[in-house]
Every structure is written in C-alpha cells, then in structure tokens.
C-alpha cells in the first residue's frame, strides 16, 4: 500500500463510455474465508485485486492454506489448514479479517485474533458475532486486545439480531455450516452479498435456506468440498461508477453488472432526473445528459435500503444539484468524514450528528484533498470529476482498499485521471 501516491483528476470531462464493474470486495472477502471451511480446492472467479483481498489470501496462507492468484481468479486449497490463530499485524490490515473467526471455529473448533482493523467510519462493535457464537457453545475470552474463542463441539442455535448485521450474519452462517444441528438467524441481513455467500456454501455441499431473507437456517454438514464459483458484481462500485456518470453529466454503460442489486440506488437516480436501466441481465446504461436535480431525502438503511457505503459519492453528486438533500445516515456514526473534504472543493454541506443538509451549487473548484475512508474517498473522486482545475487527492490507500484501479477504470470513460 503506498501511503504517498495520489490521484490528480483535472475535472469537467464528461463520463461517456463502456466500463466492466469488478467483482464485489464485500462477497469476495467472506468468500475467501468461506474456502477455510473446504477440505479441498476452491477457484474464486471474478476475485477483485484489492488490498483487502490480498490481505485476506496473507490470512489464509498464515493459517496453512495454498492460495494463489492468477488474474482475477484465486485458487486456495485448504486441505491442510494449521493454524487457528490470525496475527495482529494481519488483523489490522482490514476490519473484515473479523470473518474468519467463524470460519475459524466451524474448521478447527478454535480461533486466537486480535480486534480488527479498518475504516474509521464508526465504532464498529463485533458484540452480536461473540454473543451468536456463544449461543452456539463457544467459550470466548477477551484480554489484552485479543479474542480467543473455542468450541469442542460447536452446536446450531437459535440466533436473533438486534439489528441485522451484514457481517455477523456472514460469520454465523460460516460457523453453522460444520456444526451439529440446525442454526436459525432470525432478523438476518438481506444483502445481495448474503446470498453470494451462500450460493458459495451450497455449492460446497451446505444446506442453507433463506438467504436473502429476514431468516436463514442452516442445517449442519459433515464436510465441504472446494468448488469453482464467480463472485458476484460489486454493486457499490456500480453505483459509484453512476454517480461519476451522473456528476459529469455523462452517459456511462456497465457491464457486468447487476442493476437488481442496487436496490433504492435506481430510484434516487432516477430522481435526479437521470435515465437508468439494466438490459441483457448483466448492464446497466444510465444518462444524465440533461437538467438534473437534487432528490429531497437520502435514509440510509439495511438492504433494500439506501446502502450506506453509496451515500458518500451520491452526495458528493447531490452537492452539485440544483435544490437542497437532506441525508440521514442511520447506519454508522462517522459516516462524514469526507464532508469537509467536499467543503473545500465549494461544496455547501452542514452536518448535525446523523443528519447532513447538502445545499447543490453549479460550481466546484479543485484543491488538494485527503482520503479519509474508503467511499469517503470515493465521494472524493466523484467531486473532482466536476470540479473546475485540477484536484489533488492523498492517501489514495483508502480508496484503493474497494475500487481496482479506479485511475483506469475513469480514464477508459474520459476522466482526465492520473496518479502522482
Ligand atoms: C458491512 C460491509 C460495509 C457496509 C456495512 C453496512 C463488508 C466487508 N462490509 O460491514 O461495507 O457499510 O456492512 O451495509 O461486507 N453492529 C453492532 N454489533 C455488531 C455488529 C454490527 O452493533 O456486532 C452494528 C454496527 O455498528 C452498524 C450495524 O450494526 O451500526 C450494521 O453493521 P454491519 O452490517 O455489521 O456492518 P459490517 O458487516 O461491519
């Protein structure tokens, strides 16, 4: 990861063109140690080539695993898995190393980390995957920093979410699938990601049902196999990849892609005043060549809600809209850290807590900014494609943590990007 690199994006091209979306680093990274699980090969297709995803096939290495990548495919075999303890440096790399703790107690009954890493977008809890593998005959400890759970014999359960949570809904699931008896997760998450995940499992020779729904149970198996299986589309991309379109009044068509995926993310474009659809089950085509306008309410919410990593970017596209948006992000705390970044770009944005009123002006200019989190850097970059001069974004790691090769990517569209 290189700290010093940075994105020069000399805004006001317009986004016209073709672009492939990559695969989803959410689905990817508990497909990655979904394989932990798998006495034998597994090839993940479509594997974006992300920081993350290498920091997840380091874990799997660590823990005994061979993991190999060639192009966008990974090959792991798990047949000799080690290990059962994942160090703080590679749990620091990414929050989502969190994944392999049910990974880790589903293939050995064990598992030693420390707490995990990642965007400084909340608090970031892990309290329900602990009580949900508790119900499930974990022991857990927690001292010095680390986490060290064990289960002689874990046992399916009956778990309930306060809240759903796309991750401990994903671990859950990963420690049911090897134990003994029937795991129900009632108030699941319903993430498109959920369902990747198991499509992965059943694959495998998981018996799962429901996933995509409020309640997914799964019923216990004795063993998994490998398989081959291709990581679904990266729905935030997409939608951050529409939002560029739509700033720059463009006209963009995504490929490989899942319009059905993006959930409320349509219908908010289609507000602006945007025209959007999915045609031939893998495109979508948006065009913004007209007189857009700001949409009046953004709530971010559980799928199929408004998805909370699309909000940045969309309000980096709002802050350009004629009207006044008012978002409410119900979901993480700190979730505008890029807001005073758009400031200085000339954006008119007022925060109270939970609550950001975005004020749309017709002008942005371009000044030297600084990545916070990943999609707060992705709101960067969308900002600067309509920025008027040339602007200067730092610690591009953060973005490079979701979005494989985004210079690439927009510069295949027009963008007038480079890195620096
Ligand atoms: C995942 C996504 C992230 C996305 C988020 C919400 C991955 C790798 N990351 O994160 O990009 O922004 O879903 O769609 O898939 N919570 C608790 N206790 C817990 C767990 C969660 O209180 O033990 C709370 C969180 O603080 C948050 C809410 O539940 O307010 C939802 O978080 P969750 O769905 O768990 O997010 P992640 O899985 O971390």
New binding site residues.
Partial sequence: MSVQRRLIIRGGRRIEGELAVQGAK?SA?PLLAAALLCKGQTELHNCPDLSDCGAACRILTSLGCSCRREGRVVCINSSAVSGSEVSERLMREM??SIIFMGALLGRMGQCRLSFPGGCEI????????LDAFGKMGAKIREEHGCIECTAAKLRGAKISFP??????TENVMLAAVLAEGTTEIHNA?R?P?ICDLAGYLTRCGARISGAGTGTVIIEGVKELNGCSYTVMPDRIAAATYLCCGAITRGEILLTRADIASLGLVVPVLEQTGCSIYGFGGDSIYLNARKTLRAPQQIRTA?YPGF???AQPPLMALCATLPGTTIFVET??ENRYRHVSELIRLGAKINTEGRVAVVEGVDRLTGAELEACDLRGGAAMVTAALFAEGVTKIGKTCYIERGYENIEASLKSVGADIRTG
């Fill in positions: 959410n990274l929050r989502s909340g608090s970031r809890p892990i309290d329900f995957h809240i759903p949570s796309v991750g401990a998450a993430e990601e559980p998805p909370t990593d979901i993480f």
